[in-house]
C-alpha cells in the first residue's frame, strides 16, 4: 500500500517542489521589502535616533541618507523577485489555488492582528509605545 501511495503521489514532488520554492521566494520577499521600506523611512521617522546612531547608519551621500539609497535599492531588487516568483506560482498548474489560500490565511493574520490591536488599546495599552525602547540587560 505505501508503496502504491509513493508511485502514485511521485509525480507530483518536482510541482510541489516548484511551487514550494517559489512560494519561500515569496514569503521571503515580502520580508524583505518591508525591512527595505523601513531602511527608507528610518531617517525621517525616527531622525533622532537616526542622528545619534553609529558611524555607518548615519552617513550620507549628497547629503541623501545612506541607509535610504540602499533601501531604495534593496526595494526595487526584491520586487523584481517578487514579481518573478508571483508569475512562478500563478503558471503552474495549482498556483490560483495556492495563491487564494495564502491570501486567506494572509487576511487571516491581518485580522487577528487588528483584533488584538484593538483589545489592547481597549485595556489601556498603547501598542505604539511597544518597540519605542530597548529594555537594560
Known sequence: VI????IMVSPLFPLGLYVATDLFS??????????????????????????????????????IPL?????????IGWIFLLSDSFYGVISS??????????????GAIFLLYSYFNSKLSKEGIDVELIGKEIPPD
Request: charged share 10%; proline share 5%.
Open 3 to 6: 508503496a502504491i501511495s509513493i
Open 26 to 63: 515569496i514569503a521571503l520577499g515580502f520580508l524583505q521589502i518591508f525591512t527595505a521600506i523601513s531602511a527608507i523611512e528610518f531617517p525621517i521617522t525616527k531622525h533622532e535616533l537616526y542622528v545619534n546612531a553609529p558611524s555607518p547608519v548615519n552617513k550620507e551621500i549628497l547629503g
Open 67 to 75: 541607509i535610504s539609497v540602499l533601501g531604495t535599492i534593496s526595494l
Open 93 to 106: 498548474k495549482v498556483g490560483f489555488e495556492v495563491m487564494f489560500i495564502i491570501a486567506l490565511i494572509m
